[in-house]
T-cell receptor, first 115, second 118 residues
Framework: AQSVAQPEDQVNVAEGNPLTVKCTYSVSGNPYLFWYVQYPNRGLQFLLKYITGDNLVKGSYGFEAEFNKSQTSFHLKKPSALVSDSALYFCAVREGSTGFQKLVFGTGTRLLVSP | GAVVSQHPSWVICKSGTSVKIECRSLDFQATTMFWYRQFPKQSLMLMATSNEGSKATYEQGVEKDKFLINHASLTLSTLTVTSAHPEDSSFYIC??????????????FGPGTRLTVL
């Protein structure tokens, strides 16, 4: 069964500094990987996904993520953090086989960007 | 991008009553919708997968008689929490799969419904 680990409950970064939110995954086949962001009392907003192709995926709001097969990681990154990036970030994975496979979410990482 | 709405955004009800939550895909037809439950400071837990015109598929441990799901059209799925109790208080989030995304199963999420049972 697939699983996702987000090892950090919270990440603190100063505005303007680069940020990284970590995610590692486990699937038996090829992974489809996703990052979502959640603001307080709101649903999840899709940021980006990796299906195949380039290991560096660019998404919304200047975020990007790097797929690393050997380390089974899909860390979320942004070169310069904004205070408005403060939110809860979820990594999710599904196995890339035929037919529907449900998404499995990590426990979430709270990003706090200080002015 | 694909937009999913939920109604109501929050609801407070008395113990023993039933509450219906609606999930709509606004600019696409969703053959499959999903219902999640999120406890404070925790991740999303998939409750059930709702397929248009057929019975929902419930995850292990989710009571199908308590959480009734109906997916009567390609743009609407409803979750009814029957005989709600305080332990059912939670944040309920729906998502819809955009079929134009092919096999990548990108899900688009609604804004969530906060249910408080007194």
């Amino acid at each position: 069964a697939q699983s996702v680990a987000q090892p950090e409950d919270q990440v603190n970064v100063a505005e303007g500094n680069p940020l990284t939110v970590k995610c590692t995954y486990s699937v038996s086949g090829n992974p489809y990987l996703f990052w979502y962001v959640q603001y307080p009392n709101r649903g999840l907003q899709f940021l980006l996904k990796y299906i195949t192709g380039d290991n560096l995926v660019k998404g919304s709001y200047g975020f990007e993520a790097e797929f690393n097969k050997s380390q089974t990681s899909f860390h979320l990154k942004k070169p310069s953090a904004l205070v408005s990036d403060s939110a809860l970030y979820f990594c999710a994975v599904r196995e890339g086989s035929t037919g529907f496979q449900k998404l499995v979410f990590g426990t979430g990482t709270r990003l706090l960007v200080s002015p | 991008g694909a937009v999913v709405s939920q109604h109501p955004s929050w609801v407070i009800c008395k113990s023993g009553t039933s509450v219906k939550i609606e999930c709509r895909s606004l600019d696409f037809q969703a053959t499959t919708m999903f219902w999640y439950r999120q406890f404070p400071k925790q991740s999303l837990m998939l409750m059930a997968t709702s397929n248009e015109g057929s019975k929902a598929t419930y995850e292990q441990g989710v009571e199908k008689d308590k959480f009734l799901i109906n997916h009567a059209s390609l743009t609407l799925s409803t979750l009814t929490v029957t005989s709600a109790h305080p332990e059912d208080s939670s944040f309920y989030i729906c998502s819809a799969r955009d079929p134009t995304s092919g096999s990548t199963d990108t899900q688009y999420f609604g804004p969530g419904t906060r249910l408080t049972v007194l």
